[in-house]
């Protein structure tokens, strides 16, 4: 039989798996969200409907927190801008609008430009922050979000391991916010027609590097 340390330190490893997507609630008007897993969702959303993925964790939830997540860019070369939301934590359940207070990371690809801009964007409440990848789309992005009081940072890798650091974008919240809810995929209701895709995996919110 196992000592009772060796079922504390089992039931934490049980506890820190990766999010499960199959249990979050999926609004979906258009049927444009693909839970392909359990660790797994695809989205190819579109402007002016309401779709999200979430996770209602209880009012107050998430107070100082780190969470990793991580994002496959994919580009259909429709459209002129769009926007996708790759994660969210929120004070009210909804698509991107209507968040209510908020913190969201968003990939935004503008086909007008040329070459296209591509920028990955940190929102929150009194922030604005953009990095911009050197290449556009088709590969994956690993991401480290941490909030303390009011600073958020959300730092971006290159590799699951988190070893090669791309950027790093910061900002400070105007208040120390807590929040309910948790997004895999939101729509943003902004840009023209949106044809980007995104696939996140392993979110993970037992922080870690």
């Known amino acids: 039989m196992p000592t009772p340390s060796a079922w504390s330190y ?11 997507f199959t249990t979050f609630e999926e609004v979906d008007p258009g049927g444009h969200i693909s839970v392909l ?3 797994h969702v695809d989205f ?15 009012a107050g939830y998430f107070t100082d927190f780190t969470h990793k997540f991580d994002s496959f860019l994919y580009d259909d070369g429709v459209g002129t801008w769009a926007i996708q939301g790759l994660y969210a934590v929120s004070t009210v359940k909804g698509s991107g ?12 690809l503008d086909h007008g430009s040329s070459p296209k801009v591509t920028r990955i964007y940190l929102l929150g409440d009194g922030i604005t922050q953009y ?3 050197p290449v556009g789309h088709g ?6 979000l941490t909030k303390s009081g009011t600073a958020v940072t959300l730092k971006i890798y290159n590799d699951s391991g988190r070893s090669v650091l ?10 120390a916010l807590s929040f309910r809810y948790v997004y895999g995929c939101f729509s943003t209701n902004t840009g023209h027609l949106i044809w980007g895709r995104t ?5 993970d919110l037992c922080g870690g590097v």
Request: with cysteine.
């Open 97 to 108: 609008e209507a968040m209510g207070n908020s913190i969201r990371v968003c990939w935004y």
């Open 10 to 20: 089992f039931n934490r490893a049980v506890e820190c798996l990766p999010e499960d």
């Open 166 to 175: 791309l950027a790093t974008l910061s900002g400070t919240l105007s208040s």
């Open 37 to 39: 897993d359990v660790y």
């Open 139 to 144: 590969y994956w992005l690993y991401f480290t």
């Open 131 to 133: 990095w911009s990848p």
């Open 44 to 58: 190819r959303g579109y402007r002016n409907e309401s779709a999200y993925l979430v996770s209602d964790k209880g």
């Open 199 to 203: 696939q996140n995996a392993n979110l």
